[in-house]
């Protein structure tokens, strides 16, 4: 009885170090591709963009959200919070994460509280795409890559890069067209994906959703296609310059009778560099 206690508890010890190794692994991993994501600010190449030269509206949009005085920044590093919607529960979450236009991203988050939560990070750098999410930070949930993976998250990336005006423009600001007085619209590329991008705007030019067809799973069959990814904006504030949302709500199937809203956040950071 007692050789059995110790086996079982040998076992457990050695599964409890497999997954605390794993969970290490995971962080340092984070860390090294958030390094990599920084450091590939220097390799961005933003063409020189004049508004002057832009239609009305997408000049309208520029001058609401870049200063006089703005400089030209490659990325922006967030802090955030909010909530998570998970099947039909929400769950706050806590989340930091660094974005370069053209480049990638890392978005480390914790999701849930007390003894429900997932810990990891989503990103994008070099052409990969992943998810690593672990329950308690441990027991692995959501460990995902391939090919559907990458490309979701290029969508992403292109999506958020509007949260970095000056590489948003130097990037993608000559695509812009106006669709009306309140809608304008882009083509945008990261890494040979390609889609539109649609920014919609108020009376003073200043943005209150984007939209972008993004490639992802969010239907009844589970099969990966084009869908509409979109978030509206309910607050603003300025940094360095740049005005830019800091509180805003959205999800998939964007716009049409299956849209649910997936995701809040609130931004408590922002630092562009």
Excluded: C
């Amino acid at each position: 009885m007692k050789k059995a206690v110790l086996v079982v508890a040998a076992a457990v010890l050695l599964a409890a170090a497999y997954l605390l190794a794993g969970s290490m692994v995971d962080a340092r991993r984070a860390d090294t591709l958030w390094e990599r994501v920084k450091a590939a600010s220097d390799e961005v190449r933003t063409h020189p963009y004049d508004p002057n030269k832009a239609p009305a509206t997408v000049r309208r949009y520029y001058r609401a959200v870049a200063g006089a005085k703005a400089g030209r920044f490659r990325g922006v590093e967030l802090v955030m919070d909010g909530g998570f919607k998970l099947g039909k529960s929400w769950a706050g979450l806590e989340a930091r994460q660094i974005i370069v236009p053209g480049k990638g991203f890392v978005w480390r988050a914790r999701v849930g509280s007390g003894m429900s939560f997932v810990k990891g990070f989503d990103s994008y750098f070099n052409n990969e795409g992943s998810v690593n999410f672990r329950l308690w930070g441990l027991v692995p949930v959501a460990m995902l890559g391939g090919p559907d993976i990458t490309r979701a998250a290029k969508g992403r990336l292109l999506a958020e890069t509007t949260l970095v005006p000056s590489a948003f423009f130097g990037l993608y600001g000559k695509t812009l067209a106006t669709m009306n007085p309140r809608r304008i619209r882009g083509e945008v590329e990261v890494d040979g994906e390609k889609t539109t991008l649609e920014i919609g705007l108020g009376d003073d030019g200043v943005p209150t959703e984007v939209i972008i067809m993004r490639w992802g799973d969010a239907n009844p069959e589970k099969k990966f296609t084009y869908i509409p990814f979109g978030i509206r904006f309910t607050r603003m504030a300025t940094f360095d310059g740049y005005t830019v949302p800091v509180e805003m709500a959205g999800g998939w199937n964007y716009g049409t009778p299956e849209y649910e809203e997936t995701v809040r956040l609130r931004f408590t950071g922002v630092r562009f560099f």
